[in-house]
């Protein structure tokens, strides 16, 4: 292996068929990362030897492969395999395993009317299943697994950005809002019920409105409760956000979450990620069940 690939950065994209992996190769290549779909097995260690493409920014321009059931030559045994041996040689080599319950996966064929790729002649419940046994030693050992189940395109984008975006080393925080009519985030480290607050929802005037907006976000901070509430959580999160760091996790997503996701939950998770803004961290934002009202 040349040294002047021994240090570029290289994850492997995988999983489920429907789960995301489209909007995950256009996410990285706006990120700038180069990104190859579909490469036969045999052709991996080829790749990483190669020397970045012309116009690359630099010899260190991160690498994504795509693999899955549709690749030449699939074995999840022997790239499991071929991962930990680029590992022992120092290659950084990580795996994203995007996955997804198997009824919203027939939910989606059912709407794109497409065929899964392995079961084009069956229905597609037999091949999510028969791809879900496939795949299941790449599950066991990938790094990062995001749950795509409850998230639409642009919010799968949003979290492949706080993931992936910045390339020093460090945790990717990201602050999410939720309803739990719609049921908790399933990729979420921490959870924080924010039903004990006032609700909004029950105002005429601010029912229509969201968490975003100044009137709903006074009312909130009007409760009794709140203000040592908060005070009391962004304590928590200045104590634990340096001890995952230093524990080497990647990322931590805390989810805040109320009734609908549109009022309370939403304003705690801007005030709580001003807050962490000022102590110096970089949170990403997001509000999952605002883009669904």
């Known amino acids: 292996m040349s040294g002047d690939t021994h240090h570029r950065r290289l994850i492997l994209v995988t999983g489920m068929s429907g789960a995301g992996k489209s909007t995950a190769v256009r996410t990285l290549e706006d990120l700038g990362w180069e990104v190859v779909d579909n490469l036969p097995l045999m052709l991996l260690d080829r790749l990483l030897d190669a020397p970045a493409p012309p116009g690359a920014d ?15 030559g699939f074995d999840p045994d022997r790239i499991v395999a071929r991962i930990q041996k680029r590992r022992d040689q120092g290659d950084d080599v990580g795996i994203l395993f995007l996955d997804c319950t198997g009824a919203e996966l027939v939910r989606r064929y059912s709407e794109t009317r497409r065929r899964h790729p392995l079961a084009l002649d069956r229905p597609a419940e037999d091949g999510i299943a028969r791809e879900r046994e496939l795949l299941h030693p790449l599950r066991q050992v990938a790094d990062q697994l995001i749950d795509t189940t409850d998230l639409n395109v642009h919010t799968l984008a949003q979290e492949l950005r706080g993931r992936f975006a910045t390339p020093e080393a460090g945790t990717t ?54 203000a040592e509430a908060l005070d009391r959580i962004d304590g928590l999160l200045a104590l634990l956000l340096p001890r995952y760091a230093a524990e080497g996790k990647s990322y931590v997503t805390v989810a805040f979450g109320c009734t609908g996701g549109r009022h309370r939950s939403v304003h705690v998770a801007e005030t709580i990620g001003r807050r962490l803004r000022d102590r110096g961290f970089s949170p990403t934002i997001l509000h999952r069940d605002l883009v669904r009202n």
């Not at 630099?58 to 030449?72: F, H, K, M, W, Y």
């Not at 100044?214 to 009794?224: E, T």
Request: charged content about 25%; proline content about 10%; hydrophobic content about 40%.
């Open 58 to 72: 630099g010899e260190d321009q991160p690498l994504a492969v795509v693999v899955d059931s549709r690749t030449r």
């Open 173 to 226: 925080i990201s602050l999410m809002s939720f309803g739990f009519a719609r049921g908790v985030p399933r990729n979420a480290d921490l959870v924080l019920d924010m039903r004990f607050l006032r609700n909004p929802h029950w105002d005429p005037t601010l029912k229509p409105m969201t968490g975003l907006d100044r009137p709903v976000a006074d009312y909130v901070a009007a409760d009794p409760a709140y």
